[in-house]
């Protein structure tokens, strides 16, 4: 028999999609205070269930404070039009009633226009106290005992819980620089967006700018754990697939997207959370996207997996002619040797030849050093000039304040040493065609061969391992008996 649900159980059913997790409570709290403007916002978390959120935002007018917390009540928007022209982080009206719901929830503020303040307490969803207090301004919201009436959920909560509330509130600043942020005793001032992202990554980013968006990002030329992939549409972090494709076909490992769109572009009425996200034009803001990606880096040929033999007519490049390939290994021969070249080793070789030639032309865009490094010897300032690297004089030492964007901090300091750079040959071998290949077209193995026999080293790659064997035509000739 089908029945029609009661409001309490529509309500406890929905508000279980909104408050997921701590993280998700926290992260519609913050998002509430910025949505109030405020310039300073504190978040103290005690545990993943007891946690308190401070701004100084324009606060809540006191006969307000009890329609807050009910569902489907909010300021942002008032019709379905107001979708279209949406400039809040807030428009559903759940949050703060779905939170109410499964804790122990106080809300305390004070309207900026009103002499004084207000607190409301809910515990299950059911007011336990709501009465006006002097308050100093702006709004204070308290969670406790988070998930008491549902212990599966909270059983279920992970053990970095913490940690992925401060990760949350950290999206959320990484998106308003202008806002002073305090995650427990993590101060984030008010900064340039540049500042803000080096402050709570810790990395250093090569910065981009284009119409639609700021991008932040580093090629898979760098190498480096905890990599930060982050999107922000609007200045809301969202998920999105194919922007992640995106980036992942450009080779870009690590990035920190702020997109800027018309709220008329954009949809983020997708899912109760409100991270994910549809683009009426994707294609629009992934051009210029592409546009700004090409002029950033260097591509090499890319290639398509396959597996098989492929044989054809033999082809001249200089003493060595191309009899074909397995798409692991490239067979070739001379008057005198049959050749067996492992393809990406060979690539690789060639990848690391042509970045080297690229660095001397001062190809690669720079990126700032934070610190710089230092030194004092001549010759290594000679060495690092080589590969493109600024160089300047500070009274008796050197010292090298950005690098090429292809390289790293440990490059530099490992010339210092008299070692190579490591990023160089890392990229040369990330480049280069993986085994079990098929050219896209004959001519890009032929090319390839043809940039080979240009090399300045042919015997070993960048990492020093062989690149071909050769075995003498007389031995085959002989064991065939034809000698």
Known sequence: MIRRLNETVISRIAAGQIAVSPASVVKEIVENSLDANASAISVFINSPFNFKVVDDGEGIPFKELPVAVERFSTSKIKSVEDLLRLKTYGFRGEALHAISLFSRLTIKSRYHSEDVGGVIVLKGGVVERYEPMPFSGGTTVVVEDLYFNVPVRKKSVSRNEKQKIKSAVEDLALANENVSFRIDNSIYPA??????????????????EGKFFKLFL???????????????????????????????????????????????EVDFNVSPLK?????????????????????????????????????????????????????????????????????????????????????????????????????????????????????????????????????????????????????????????????????????????????????????????????????????????????
């Open 275 to 483: 991270d994910r996200v549809v683009f009426k034009n994707v294609d629009t803001l992934f051009s210029g996207l592409e546009r700004m990606l090409e002029r950033s880096f260097y591509f090499l040929p890319q290639f398509k997996t396959v597996e098989g033999i492929k044989e054809e007519k033999h082809i001249e490049y200089g003493t060595l002619k191309l009899i074909g390939s397995d798409g692991t290994v490239a067979i070739c021969d001379d008057d005198n040797y049959y050749y067996f070249f492992d393809i990406h080793l060979l690539h690789e070789r060639v990848n690391y030849e042509k970045i080297l030639e690229k660095l001397k032309e001062k190809f690669f865009e720079e990126k700032e050093l934070f610190p710089v490094v230092a030194f004092t010897e001549p010759l290594v300032a000679d060495k690092l000039r080589k590969l493109g690297i600024t160089v300047k004089r500070d009274g008796k030492k050197y010292v090298v304040p950005s690098i090429p964007v292809i390289l790293s901090r440990e490059d530099v300091e490992a010339v210092i040493k008299g070692e190579d750079p490591e990023s160089v040959a890392s990229a040369a071998c990330k480049n280069a065609v993986k085994s079990g290949v098929e050219f896209v077209s004959r001519m890009e193995l032929e090319k390839l061969i043809s940039l080979y026999l240009e090399c300045k080293e042919k015997r070993v790659c960048p990492h020093g391992r062989p690149i071909f064997y050769r075995i003498k035509k007389r031995e085959i000739l002989r064991k065939l008996g034809r000698l």
């Open 191 to 208: 900064s340039s967006k540049a500042e803000r992202v080096f402050r709570i990554t810790g990395k250093q980013f090569e910065f981009k």
């Open 218 to 264: 580093k090629s898979r030329f760098e190498s480096g754990s905890g990599r930060v992939r982050k999107v922000f549409v609007n200045g809301r972090p969202v998920v999105s697939k194919d922007i992640s494709e995106f980036m992942k076909k450009h080779h870009v490992e690590e990035y920190i997207l702020f997109i800027e769109l018309s709220p008329s």
